[in-house]
């Protein structure tokens, strides 16, 4: 069992594409695991909260005013001029929610290690993460509904509770969990905990491409529509973030590193809190969002590393 997780944390990028096309292609396996999607949520937010060291958060504070500054754009300012821009467009209400959501919520809970194999600043960025993350229940719901009014079912007191609910149990069950276990055990079992991490990301890909298979036939156009827009949005994300910071910091690592935060964003929050209370397009556009989620870090490896390479 160890070294099947250990195989799957080394093998991650392939088996998480590989998800995405499992769940596709075997639509009985995608509905019938579909119960797991929410579970699956909550597990692996409390695994990644479970792993991170109680110094990681207070690195948020050597550098207060990058740090905020990176908080303020990627909580608050990135979902309004994302709003902004989406009704420059002809796009339903329930896509501009979720593009607007997109932009409202964290980081992935592996943006660190794909920064790590980019070369960035993975300290920076988990710090970030984990800000982000603490501080998201009570700027979302605000920016999304009460300032800007998206069309949920949802009161902004439900939202912030249900993000709230979800965050705290998981940071709870994360520090009981990595104190019984103990932080020197949880470190000699990172090549496994790297292959769980990857059977619940499986939990939450393959389930939530249930009934995606059947619009693609049915809506091709439409469908490869939204896969592109959310490509759009990954890497116009993460480039205009970069350029902001580059020019706020000088300093392009660090720029590229927190441009990597913002582009990342994770979605596993949203489906799971916006449960019962969403348009299904809004659903749709975020199983589709899982594409450019678990293929462009590899291609961003390539392009990572020659942009480093040239600022130096």
């Known amino acids: 069992m160890i070294r099947a997780l250990t195989f799957l944390g080394r093998h991650a990028s392939t088996v998480m594409v590989s998800a995405v ?35 990681a958060f207070f690195a948020v ?130 090549p496994a905990l790297d292959g769980v991490a990857v059977v619940l990301l499986l939990l939450f890909a393959i389930p939530l491409m249930d009934g995606i298979t059947a619009r693609l036939f049915a809506e091709p156009g439409y469908m490869l529509f939204l896969t592109g827009l959310s490509f759009a949005v990954y890497i116009g994300q993460m480039l205009l973030s970069a350029l902001v910071f580059s020019v706020l910091w000088r300093d392009r690592h660090a720029a590229l590193s927190a441009g990597l935060a913002v582009g ?18 809004i659903i749709t556009y975020f199983a589709l969002a899982q594409f450019p989620i678990y293929i462009m870090p590899s291609v961003m490896k390539v392009i990572f590393a020659r942009s480093l390479r040239a600022s130096t």
């Open 264 to 281: 990342c964003r994770n979605l596993a929050i949203l489906i799971a809190v916006l449960a019962g209370a969403a348009d299904r397009e």
């Open 61 to 190: 504070f050597q550098k207060p005013l990058r740090m905020g500054s990176a908080l303020v754009w990627m909580l608050g300012i990135t979902p309004v001029l994302m709003w902004g821009i989406v009704t420059l467009f002809p796009l339903s209400d329930p896509i501009t929610a979720a593009l607007v959501l997109t932009a409202g919520s964290s980081s992935l809970m592996s943006t660190p290690a794909i920064g790590l194999i980019l070369g960035l600043d993975a300290a920076f960025i988990l710090a970030l993460l984990v800000a982000a993350t603490l501080i998201l229940p009570f700027t979302l719901p605000i920016v999304a509904v009460a300032l800007l009014g998206l069309p949920l079912e949802i009161s902004v007191f439900d939202l912030t509770l249900r993000l709230a609910a979800l965050v705290g149990s998981a940071g709870l069950a994360a520090m009981g969990l990595r104190w019984v276990i103990g932080a020197k055990r949880l470190e000699r079992a990172t």
């Open 21 to 55: 096309f499992i769940g596709l292609a075997v639509q009985p396996l995608a509905a019938a695991s579909k119960p797991l999607l929410l579970p699956g949520v909550w597990a692996l937010l409390t695994m990644s909260m479970m792993r991170l060291e109680g110094r």
